[in-house]
């Protein structure tokens, strides 16, 4: 994937699982597929994997499309203003 698309799998797919990312679960025929949208130095990255009988994948890593990115940001602004709200820090992120 790093000669295709010029992204590092396994540093996307670790940098964006250690944080707070925004997980969406979908089906796709008997196979469950997760999108994480996720932020790796000041840009927004999507990864589609899946978990099968003990064993996880990673299907693509690239860079978040348009619509991905705003409800990137969309849920990111919810957090922020729910931990406001709740008097926390209002870091986003690993600690």
Do not use: H
């Amino acid at each position: 994937m790093l000669a295709v698309r010029g992204i590092d799998f396994l540093r996307v797919a670790f940098e964006l699982f250690d944080g707070r990312p925004l997980l969406m679960c979908r089906l796709r025929g008997a196979k469950k597929t997760v999108l994480s949208i996720g932020l790796i130095e000041g840009k927004i990255f999507a990864v589609v994997w899946t978990c099968a009988t003990m064993r996880c994948g990673i299907i693509t890593a690239r860079r978040a499309r348009d619509e991905e990115e705003k409800r990137y940001r969309r849920y990111t602004a919810k957090q922020i203003r729910n931990k406001i709200a709740r008097g926390e820090d209002r870091t986003i992120g690993p600690r």
